[in-house]
């Protein structure tokens, strides 16, 4: 059996590789050149990440947290400087307490915005990261060491002279292929690693984006335009959950409310009625306007059963009207 499988041996050697595996293995030479191609290109395109308006944007969130910022600075420097001494008491603060702490905490979301805002920037600065980098890189050398190995094999068909030849293009297959796998766990752990820094951007932009919301919550913002008619509050109080601070009207759009519809007339009132005001301050001037709201519950005026009624007014800017004054309405009845 020696000599038979020797002889098989001396046949395939003398026989040398067939065409049609000489056609394949110069198939898998062609593909692998192709694949190299291909992962150069990727690789160009993952390393040319940053646009010069990526920058630009973040140069300017770089600004704006920097303005947001120093202005919350000289706030609670406001508060620290209101602070004074006063003779066997020591040092008396009158903003602290509620108003030091919510400044407090926006200086402090506000800091953490710009820090978050200047990394962004930096990162855009410096394009892509050593682990992107490695990650873009790894593609084109798993298609060289595959290229690598093709040939490789082809060279192992091609050398049928000596038992040497083939065992020395057989080692080549083997480190051909180890390559390869060397190649991809490397490419397997560069990618790690950049999923792991992407995660860490997710992360600090959600951690922007709560600081920006918990800053945004300190702010006080009108729910229409309007202009502030009358200030409840002034600078240094302190300022409870549901206090109002301020009165805004607008002025843009004037509403009469009645005390006095009884409920025999109500019957006989709808809503979009067409109504005539006279405003005692004014008795020279008839404004219309349009019934928009009827109580559904009465109140007890003097004695008689009343429902109030709201009344929006037609266009009357150029009468001045103030808020208080009262108003004479006659209401178009159903009947």
């Given at each position: 059996s020696g000599v038979v499988a020797a002889e098989a041996k001396l046949a395939l050697i003398i026989a040398g590789p067939r065409s049609e595996e000489i056609a394949a293995a110069e198939a898998n030479i062609r593909a692998a050149e192709s694949a190299i191609g291909q992962a150069a290109g990727n690789r160009d395109v993952a390393l040319d990440?940053?646009?010069?308006?990526?920058?630009f944007a973040a140069e300017a969130n770089v600004a704006q947290a920097l303005s947001e910022l120093r202005l919350l600075e000289e706030e609670y420097q406001t508060i620290l400087d209101t602070c004074f001494e006063v003779p066997g008491e020591g040092e008396i603060c009158p903003l602290f307490g509620p108003t030091e702490e919510t400044t407090r905490e926006q200086l402090a979301a506000a800091r953490a915005t710009y820090e978050a805002a200047l990394q962004a920037l930096e990162a855009a600065k410096q394009g892509p990261t050593a682990a992107q980098q490695r990650a873009a890189s790894?593609?084109?050398?798993?298609?060289?060491?595959?290229?690598?190995?093709?040939?490789?094999?082809?060279?192992?068909?091609?050398?049928?002279?000596?038992?040497?030849?083939?065992?020395?293009?057989?080692?080549?297959?083997?480190?051909?292929?180890?390559?390869?796998?060397?190649?991809?766990?490397?490419?397997?752990?560069?990618?790690?690693?950049?999923?792991?820094?992407?995660?860490?951007?997710v992360q600090a932009q959600a951690n922007e984006a709560t600081a920006q919301a918990a800053l945004d919550r300190t702010a006080l913002r009108a729910p229409y335009d309007g202009e502030i008619s009358r200030i409840d509050a002034s600078v240094?109080?302190?300022?409870?959950?549901?206090?109002?601070?301020?009165?805004?009207?607008?002025?843009?759009?004037?509403?009469?409310?009645?005390?006095?519809?009884t409920e025999v007339d109500v019957a006989s009132v709808s809503q979009g009625a067409a109504v005539e005001v006279r405003l005692d301050a004014i008795s020279n001037d008839l404004i219309s306007g349009v019934v928009t709201k009827i109580a559904l519950v009465a109140d007890t005026s003097l004695g008689d059963v009343a429902y109030q009624t709201e009344i929006l007014l037609d266009q009357a800017q150029d009468l001045p009207i103030r808020w208080g004054m009262t108003a004479f309405v006659e209401i178009e009845s159903n009947e």
């Open positions: 990440v940053t646009s010069v308006a990526d920058i790894g593609g084109v050398s798993v298609a060289f060491a595959n290229r690598n190995a093709a040939e490789a094999r082809l060279e192992l068909l091609m050398a049928g002279a000596t038992p040497e030849e083939i065992a020395i293009a057989e080692l080549g297959v083997r480190q051909a292929e180890a390559g390869v796998e060397l190649a991809q766990a490397e490419l397997a752990a560069a990618e790690a690693a950049v999923q792991q820094a992407e995660a860490a951007v240094g109080q302190l300022i409870d959950s549901g206090m109002p601070v301020l009165m805004l009207a607008d002025f843009d759009r004037w509403r009469v409310k009645t005390t006095d519809l």
